[in-house]
């Protein structure tokens, strides 16, 4: 393989989107080789705690749960790729959303049902089609979040047609839905809040320190859905979006702590890309899912130490044996590493460094 230079390999791989759960991505641009590492490039070393410990802002998260343009489009989204058929429209984060639709339409007047399923038809041929993280998608996420309860979309700078198709659906989805949807979401706000008083500092001082990065000065902003994806939550890097689902299983309880730090880590995955380039052998290929692999057991080892019954997320719904970030490998190769390597540091004992220089090391023996 010709090598790429340093930006072009970030820029390809950070095109691979994340997503919580065993979402895998159209498949991105081969691995780059890895340029000889110089002192320019070289992060700087992580000692152990206490030295490493990163400041913990004191607001850690800012939520938003009445937007109305976001939340019909996640709702048509799911239902759409229901109508579609499509495979994940059976996962449980979004399994429900056709038997609550059925519900919701026995309200409505005849022609409004006519033009609710339009509209879902509507999606189910165009927006469905494509992966939540696509960046067509993404795009119409960040603008509908701008708008919050907004009287109209337009003037966000969306495609014509799906303006026409949101503007026919909102007075219909504001009737039968969204008062529900929007006390669910205020309700797992209310929830997932009193963790964060409880344990945010420990969880975030734990990633932060393992990172050695530092967490958001005025928060991570979190944009609480009805519903999202298949995986119950995503994020994108590109716009630094966030959207958890406030009625999945996968964000109840100590499992919405792990499922926000999950998806807040992704916003470091450029950074991460580059300590382990600046680590990497002349020549050697960074498998694309290592950084995933990390955020799954970095977060769920966070949360488990704060309980030690808790089962982090990629165990209790089998997230290893899968494929992450299109990798052509399951995630299952990088596990014995992460244990043998990279959970000393999460201990405390080594460096960041010498940590990630040795996963590297592990993970491109696996990944051949």
């Avoid at 209310?190 to 990065?213: E, H, K």
């Avoid at 880590?265 to 694309?288: C, E, K, T, Y």
Wanted: no cysteine; hydrophobic share 45%; proline share 8%.
């Amino acid at each position: 393989m010709n090598r790429l230079p340093r930006a072009l390999f970030l820029t390809l791989l950070l095109v691979v989107a994340h997503a919580s759960s065993a979402q895998a991505p159209p498949p991105a641009a081969p691995n780059a080789r890895a340029t000889p590492p110089s002192s320019a490039a070289s992060p700087a070393g992580v000692q152990s705690p206490p030295a490493a410990a990163a400041a913990v802002p004191s607001r850690l998260f800012t939520f938003e749960t009445d937007e109305f343009w976001l939340n019909l489009h996640h709702f048509l989204y799911v239902l759409g790729r229901a109508e579609a058929k499509l495979a994940d429209a059976n996962e449980p984060s979004v399994a429900r959303a056709p038997k609550e639709a059925e519900r919701g339409v026995q309200s409505l007047t005849p022609g409004e049902r006519t033009q609710w399923s339009a509209a879902v038809r509507a999606y189910a041929a165009g927006p469905s089609q494509k992966a939540a993280l696509d960046e067509s998608m993404v795009t119409i996420v960040h603008a509908l979040g701008d708008l919050d309860d907004a009287p109209t979309v337009a003037g966000a700078g969306l495609d014509a047609a799906l303006v026409q198709t949101l503007e026919r659906a909102a007075p219909i989805y504001r009737k039968a839905w969204w008062p529900a949807h929007r006390a669910a979401n205020r309700a797992w706000r209310s929830a997932v809040q009193t963790l964060i008083d409880r344990d945010g500092a420990t969880v975030i001082g734990f990633v932060t320190r393992a990172y050695g990065l530092p967490w958001p000065a005025a928060g991570q902003p979190v944009h609480v859905s009805s519903y999202a994806n298949f995986g119950g939550a995503y994020s994108s890097w590109r716009t630094g979006t966030l959207v958890v689902s406030s009625q999945s299983e996968l964000n109840a309880g100590l499992r919405a702590l792990e499922a926000i730090v999950h998806e807040s880590m992704h916003q470091w995955d450029g950074q991460v890309f580059a300590a382990l380039l600046a680590s990497a052998p002349q020549g050697a290929l960074v498998p694309r899912d290592l950084t995933h692999a990390m955020i799954f057991y970095t977060a769920g080892e966070a949360v488990h130490r704060l309980d030690a019954t808790y089962v982090p997320t990629a165990e209790a719904y089998e997230i290893w044996p899968k494929r992450l970030s299109g990798s052509a490998f399951p995630a299952q190769r990088l596990r014995p590493a992460l244990e043998d390597v990279w959970k000393p540091w999460l201990d405390g004992r080594g460096t960041r460094d010498a940590a990630l220089e040795a996963l590297l090391e592990r993970a491109i023996a696996v990944s051949r």
